[in-house]
């Protein structure tokens, strides 16, 4: 697998589109770090990490009265292809604020916001919104 990211982001919306409850995904420390910033910005229900069978499961969130899932798009920003770094007064704001963009940095992956409180750049790796 040459974009382990994009795969990731690919089977969460797979999943939604099918109306899924929960996604399986192999995990790395990325993607289980991607997950966390899913959960804590409130885009997904729970997840878990299965060590033993190194998978990540997760619980995705839709609207209760619509039905609609939570999450509207993930877009894949950096690509093996074509890296984006950007400093930190040139993170994007992604829907004016609305929506996250995930950042590798040199102390780990965040988001934009936590990004700009701390004062660092990185590796622009999607948005979700």
Do not use: W
């Not at 997840?47 to 069978?53: I, L, M, R, S």
């Not at 997760?58 to 999450?71: D, F, G, S």
Request: aromatic share 6%.
């Amino acid at each position: 697998m040459t974009d382990p990211i994009a795969d990731f982001l690919t089977r969460i919306r797979n999943a939604q589109m099918a109306k899924h409850k929960v996604v399986e995904i192999p995990a790395s420390n990325m993607k289980k770090s991607m997950t966390k910033i899913l959960f804590d910005n409130g885009y997904i229900l729970n997840y878990k990490f299965e060590d033993e069978q190194n998978i990540i499961k997760i619980a995705l969130k839709y609207n209760q009265q619509t039905k609609e899932p939570v999450i509207k798009n993930l877009e894949r920003v950096s690509r093996p292809g074509l890296r984006q770094y950007k400093g930190v007064e040139e993170l994007p704001r992604v829907l004016n604020g609305l929506g996250i963009a995930i950042v590798s940095t040199s102390q780990g992956v965040m988001s934009d916001k936590e990004a700009r409180a701390k004062n660092v750049g990185g590796e622009v790796l999607c948005y979700i919104y």
